[in-house]
């Protein structure tokens, strides 16, 4: 039997406990379907065949969650970062125990290939154990005195949590949000993407059997225009942590307003990797390769821009074209595989539809270009070169395995290039000139930046964009920033005068 097929079989046991119920809702402890009893298909984009049923969640749903994550919120809170820190780390352990059936799922569910599916379950576990570990401190404040005072700073958790998070790398992308979450010691109802419903039905039900007391952390299924909706018009949300697209952004900031909902945004990115002519050329390639192609290019840091010193421009982008070609599509089960189906049919039409795009407007498709096969939404690595900055496929984020090489003749243009777009999340460059580096990151319109490096992430380090892409910082005490909030006590040092205004 090939590791495919064995891996085919696999997948079909962990998917068929979805066949009977379905991918119910979790609400206070329990698996529950829609209470309209609506549901919708997830198909595979393997083969387009249905999944399971899902529960299609309305207003009702989310208000029952919502109830639930209410009530359970004050002994959470009160039961000690001590104690979180000691659930949340069982809830890590649970997740690496079944990190394979999580990776299996997650790659049929959103054709990531499992290579990296692997690795997402567990640093999945990773953002709880790092977030656990932190769950003693996060009420931590400062001590600021004035000659009459003493301020003493504390943090407290907000409150109830709406988690509304994409389709890409579901289950880890969640658990970057729902761990500092419960660390704070808010409770959380997750609303996951109607394309990639079925890890976050995993992960709840990973976290309840690792101890986590019901109502703390529950789930809805459905779409964005009703349970999504419903979820950020909420008044007993306090908050609302949303990773997707800006256009969907504008619309839960106008629907949280009337409550004024705090809102945490991680949006879209149209992210330069830029490349001059005395880097290493030989990692730079295999990074640049690594930064679009890996997760299908369906990676909001993916660089996506690749912007060449003219010096190096063809030889380079042969070398990425070259490259490129002999990458491995298929079935994302198949350990060999680099990339997998995109996430459903929608998608593939629009990331096929940049190609036409591409070619309308002048670029020339140096590799890939076509779609792969006739079942499944398998589209090959793709760069177009010969491309300028004002093309559509050089500003819009297309969000597959999509490059669009750009030539800049020297500093000053290699960053008015890069930061003409919308986006400012990541910026990746590639040099040995250290005060070329450093002047450059000054002036570069970017929330991360890396230099001669892909994106490595430390999660201590802050995570989040500049301009449309993004509001707010994840990672490290950053996280806490959101999900709490500060309240300040001043205390007497010496009697100070206070002014009489009755005679
Ligand atoms: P999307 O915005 O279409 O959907 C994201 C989530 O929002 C889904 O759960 C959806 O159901 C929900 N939603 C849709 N309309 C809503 C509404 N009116 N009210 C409430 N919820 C609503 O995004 P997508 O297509 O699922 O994901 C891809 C996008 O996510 C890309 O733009 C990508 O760059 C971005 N992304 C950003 C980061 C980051 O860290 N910056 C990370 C991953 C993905």
Redesign the pocket.
Known sequence: MSKLDENRTKAAAYLSRFGETGVLNHINGASVPAASGHTFETISPVDLKPLAVVARSGREDVNAAVAAAKEAFPAWRDMGGVERRRILHKVADAIEARAEEIAFVESMDTGQAVRFMSKAALRGAENFRFFADKAAEACDGKALRSETQLNVTSRRPIGPIGV??????PFM?STWKIAPALAAGCTVVH??????PMSAKLLVEIAESAGLPKGVLNLVQ????D???A??EHRDIKA?A????????T??MA?GAPTLKRVH?????KNPVIVFDDADLDRAVDAVIFMIYSLNG????SSSRLLVQDTIYEAFTKRVADAAERIKVGHPLDPETVVGPL?HPV?EQKVLSYIEKAKEDGATIAAGGVKVGVEGCYVRPTLFTNATNKMRVAQE?I?GPVLTAIPFANEVEAIEIANDVEYG?TAYLWTNDLRRALTMTERLEAGMMWINSENVRHLPAP???VKN??IGR?GGDWSFEFYMETVNVALPLAEHSIVKLAQ
């Open positions: 509304i998070t994409p389709w890409n790398t992308l609303k996951p993407a109607e394309f990639s459905g779409f964005g225009e349970a999504g909706r979820l950020t609302i949303f990773v997707g697209e800006g256009r969907t952004g619309m839960i629907q945004f991680e949006l879209g990115g369906e990676r909001c840091t996430i998608h984020e969000f999340l995570f989040g964009g892409s993004g994840d």
